[in-house]
């Protein structure tokens, strides 16, 4: 067996028995910012599935986000009890707003991809890979260099979270969800 997969076991039995030292790296997550630099992926194996490379130019940071619907402030005012609807799902997902704020603090860098590392009570944690658009490392590098090109692609939808929001990973020959265009898809 790989070291890949070794790796990997071990991070899914981790998270199955929700074992003690994962509860510790999550205590010591909670108490740092909502968006850290980190020296090295804390799932190796994923991050290498989604692109990463250990070499300059490359950044990692941890996002914390928290869980749950969004809540509006109540209404003030003439209304009926029942329309106080104050509970909204987001269209997108907590993993494309991690990518997101991470893009907003690091912007010279592009968002190559994210993962999950982890979730407590309040909060969710993903590891976000980005680019440093203007390192020679990242520009003469032929794969790296093409993502890069792409300017604020985690903002118009181009990670695989991203595509995931706008239905674009849907499978299935003639599914609802076909997108770019439903309309394109049933002119045809």
């Not at 993962?115 to 440093?132: A, Q, S, T």
């Amino acid at each position: 067996m790989g070291s890949a997969k070794y790796i990997s076991q071990q991070f899914k039995k981790e998270y199955a028995e929700r074992s003690q030292e994962l509860r510790d790296r999550l205590i010591a997550w909670r108490s740092q910012g909502p968006i850290v630099r980190i020296d090295r992926p804390t799932n190796l194996a994923r991050a290498r599935q989604l692109g990463y490379r250990a070499k300059q130019g490359v950044v990692l940071v941890r996002v914390r986000i928290g869980r749950g619907l969004s809540k509006r402030p109540k209404p003030r005012g003439g209304r009926k009890p029942s329309k106080m609807g104050r509970f909204y799902a987001y269209r997108k997902s907590l993993q494309a707003r991690a990518e997101e704020r991470a893009a907003a603090k690091f912007t010279n860098c592009e968002v190559l991809n994210s993962y999950y590392v982890g979730e407590d009570g309040n909060n969710k944690f993903y590891e976000v890979i980005l680019l440093d658009r203007t390192h020679p490392a990242i520009t003469s590098d032929p794969v790296y260099s093409k993502i890069v090109s792409q300017r604020n692609r985690v903002f118009r939808g181009l990670t695989s979270a991203g595509k995931r929001h706008r239905g674009l990973n849907k499978k299935g020959k003639g599914s609802f969800t076909t997108r770019p265009s439903v309309r394109a898809r049933e002119r045809k």
